[in-house]
């Protein structure tokens, strides 16, 4: 009887141990679990399944488990589907150098770049302030694939015996606003009245040449005006205290002067000879960028168009786009300027960008006529309407 229930005990021992043992091994197998799960968070680890995901509201964190897979797939948050990163097609980079601080006649390109007109194209574009001589030689040199300028600045670089590479591709504004502002009791409503009184001058040869051409077709005598070497920074104070007549463009600086008490005059050097209907601003290229790269130089074409019609439907929109690049300009003058412009960027143009070239060759001719050039500009050179959108 002792023997059975020694036999006995021995066999309630052995069962006892046997389950402390299985025990022991699923909590062990529990807690290797919930250190993979805890290394996986740690660690970043996606555990997103193809639906959506389950987030925490109240802390924000994404448990990475799928609720309803979990209900009806028993076996979906034990088998998570890792994702891979998408690979995105890299962007085309375009330089693009401006010709001066950025104000309303370089709108369009800002609201291209803010609204994400030129990502929608494929590229990105690196808006460059000018260097002291100039966008035209930094895009000749192909330091920048395309920039801002006017026709009369670029003439130097087409009436070379080897011609820089560039060539104008649209027309930021169609018709030329420059012209001669003064204040109102000096009465110089025409180009004759300019005589006797001081004009501020840049001593460009071709400015000066512009002035005395509007003269002569007005009866006026160039020799009896008073020149004033001076680069006018504030037009306001200038016609106040030194000189009588400023060159202004009025998009900008005429616009900017309603914004004051001051009554002035102004007349336009289209309207007294349309030979100087010529095209202030332009958008141009390198050459060779443009031989290379035709379709993203369209592309560029058709964001800011898209960005100069935006300006066009939407100025004080645009305005508020253009001070967030440049937010040391007065508001009241951006929108001003930007309302002005609305009517100006395409006006009487086929298609934004424009370029005609009757008007185009024709100044091109009256600077080889006045002997201003040192190699005539064949007619048809320097510009193209080959990547305009409305083409």
Not at 38 to 50: L, M, N, Q
């Amino acid at each position: 009887m002792k023997k059975i229930l020694s036999a006995l005990l021995v066999c309630i021992v052995i069962t006892l141990l046997l389950c402390s043992c299985s025990q022991n091994s699923d909590e062990k197998d529990n807690s290797n679990s919930s250190d993979i799960g805890s290394a996986e968070i740690e660690t970043g680890v996606d555990v997103k399944t193809d639906k959506q995901t389950n987030t925490n509201t109240d802390t924000g964190i994404n448990t990475g488990i799928d609720t309803k897979d979990s209900a009806d797939n028993p076996t979906s948050a034990a088998s998570p589907k890792i994702e891979k990163d998408v690979v995105l097609p890299e962007l085309q980079n375009i330089n693009f150098v401006l010709d001066w601080t950025p104000n309303t006649n370089h709108t369009g390109i800002y609201v291209a770049s803010e609204l994400g007109y030129f990502a929608e194209e494929g590229l990105t574009v690196d808006i460059q302030s000018p260097p002291e001589d100039g966008a035209e030689a930094l895009v000749a040199a192909g330091r920048a694939d395309i920039g801002v300028s006017f026709q009369d600045y670029l003439a130097p670089a087409f009436a070379m015996e080897n011609p820089l590479p560039l060539t104008a591709i649209a027309t930021l504004i169609n018709h030329n606003t420059s012209g001669i502002v003064s204040l109102k009791d000096k009465e110089i409503t025409s180009p004759a009245k300019l005589e006797g009184h001081t004009y501020a001058t840049w001593n460009l040869p071709i400015e000066q040449a512009i002035l005395k051409q509007v003269m002569a077709d007005d009866q006026g005598d160039w020799s009896k005006v008073e020149l004033f070497p001076s680069t006018v920074t504030d037009i306001q104070a200038s016609l106040q205290t030194q000189v009588d007549a400023v060159w202004i463009y009025y998009g900008w600086d005429g616009v900017a002067l309603e914004q004051t008490d001051l009554e002035t005059n102004y007349w336009y050097f289209k309207d007294i000879n349309p030979v100087f209907d010529y095209y202030s601003p332009l958008l141009f290229a390198n050459n060779n960028f443009l031989g290379k790269n035709p379709n993203a130089v369209r592309a560029f074409l058709h964001a800011v168009n898209k960005g100069y019609q935006y300006a066009i439907d939407n100025p004080e929109k645009a305005a508020d786009i253009l001070l967030q690049a440049a937010p040391g300009l007065d508001r009241e003058i951006v929108v001003a300027s930007q309302k002005w412009l609305a009517n100006e960027y395409i006006s009487d143009a086929p298609y934004w960008g424009y370029i005609d070239a009757e008007r185009w060759n024709g100044f091109y001719a009256w600077l080889w006529e006045k002997e201003l050039i040192e190699h005539e500009i064949s007619a048809g050179m320097g510009f193209t309407n080959e990547y305009l959108p409305g083409k």
